[in-house]
Nanobody
């Protein structure tokens, strides 16, 4: 069982940066694939970025070149550095985890409660 707690959301202006953090419980954090998802009002939840235990990363096309995912196994934490934020990045951002290797294309089993990111124009 893994518990995830996100932090770092807030209200920023277009062009600003934010770093989200997700602290995970459990002793096997370093073996999990970690992902970030987001859900905007009246839209479906979508994949943003993911990183597996080998350090392989993948990103949604809409955030490539602007967002960066990283992890600290020593701190049981995964980060999402978001630069050049746009109003369309406004959403609730969720951290998720699963014990497999694939970053995309499989179900994530554990989810955090989400953190709101609002980007004003």
């Amino acid at each position: 069982q893994v518990q995830l707690v996100e932090s770092g959301g807030g209200l920023v202006q277009a062009g600003d940066s934010l770093r989200l953090s997700c602290a995970a419980s459990g002793q096997t954090f370093n073996s999990y694939t970690m992902g970030w998802f987001r859900q905007a009002p009246e839209k479906e939840r979508e994949f943003v970025a993911g990183i597996n235990r080998f350090g392989y990363t993948d990103y949604a096309d809409s955030v490539k070149g602007r967002f960066s995912i990283s992890r600290s196994n020593a701190k049981n934490t995964v980060y999402l550095q978001m630069n050049s934020l746009k109003p369309e990045d406004t959403a609730v951002y969720f951290c998720a985890a699963h014990s497999g290797i694939a970053v995309r294309g499989r179900r994530y089993d554990y989810w955090g409660q989400g953190t709101q990111v609002t980007v004003s124009s």
